[in-house]
């Protein structure tokens, strides 16, 4: 059945005439060969045995991008089984390359994100690595306070900006020096704002971006 599936895959390319459909098939085949050394088969695949599959295909000298190309190559396959019948639900949904410090991954995590979003996209977008382990319990703080999630959303919003400015200077762990940016970051919100609004980001404004962003680095 695995082989039969996968054959009907290349086929599936090959009508679209697409040859980057090989690449798309040889990453079915390459699970499929790691699967049957563990005597399973693809029905068997789940977000959790996907995660340990990649594991093992990081590498220290694999790009990131090429696992994440990787992934992307299983989900067409697992959607293409799905629209076809041959199984319930496609099992890469909610797997990610960023996940892979985490053990078990986006289906084993159970943190304060999963109460405040149900899509994986928006669990991911506000994971945070750096800010660690400061930053889930933060946002516990805010959950036990009564903020809204209107409020909270825009609370993580302006954080996860942040700390994209900081991923940008090189900083690579939470200190005192990440406060000091706090003032630059700033000045280049307001550049942005004016180059992408075509108006002035006002005080009142500013303000709000700086105590959402104070809270959490007080935390």
């Not at 693809?42 to 599959?53: F, K, N, S, W």
């Not at 090429?66 to 496609?90: C, P, Q, Y």
């Not at 090189?170 to 990440?178: H, K, N, P, T």
């Amino acid at each position: 059945m695995d082989e039969g599936l996968i054959n009907a895959f290349k086929r599936h390319w090959k009508r679209r005439g697409l040859r980057s459909g090989k690449l798309y098939a040889w990453a079915a085949l390459r699970l499929l060969a790691w699967m049957r050394a563990r005597r399973k088969t693809l029905l068997e695949v789940d977000p959790a045995l996907l995660h340990e599959y990649l594991l093992e295909r990081r590498t220290p000298g694999r790009c990131p991008m090429t696992l994440k190309a990787e992934i992307d190559r299983l989900r067409a396959f697992f959607h293409f089984a799905v629209s076809h019948g041959k199984m319930r639900e496609n099992p890469t949904n909610g797997v990610s390359h960023y996940w892979l410090d985490v053990p078990g991954g986006l289906p084993a995590y159970q943190g304060v994100l999963r109460r405040i979003f149900r899509a994986p996209r928006d669990i991911l977008r506000f994971r945070l690595p750096l800010f660690a382990p400061h930053w889930e319990s933060y946002l516990e703080h805010l959950l036990a306070r009564g903020y809204s999630r209107v409020v909270l959303y825009h609370v993580m919003e302006h954080n996860a900006h942040f700390y994209a400015f900081l991923l940008e200077r090189g900083e690579r762990r939470l200190d005192r020096s990440c406060a000091r940016l706090l003032d630059d970051f700033l000045d280049e919100a307001k550049r942005r704002f004016r180059q992408t609004r075509g108006r002035f980001l006002t005080d009142r404004y500013r303000m709000h971006i700086r105590n959402a962003i104070a809270g959490f680095l007080a935390h």
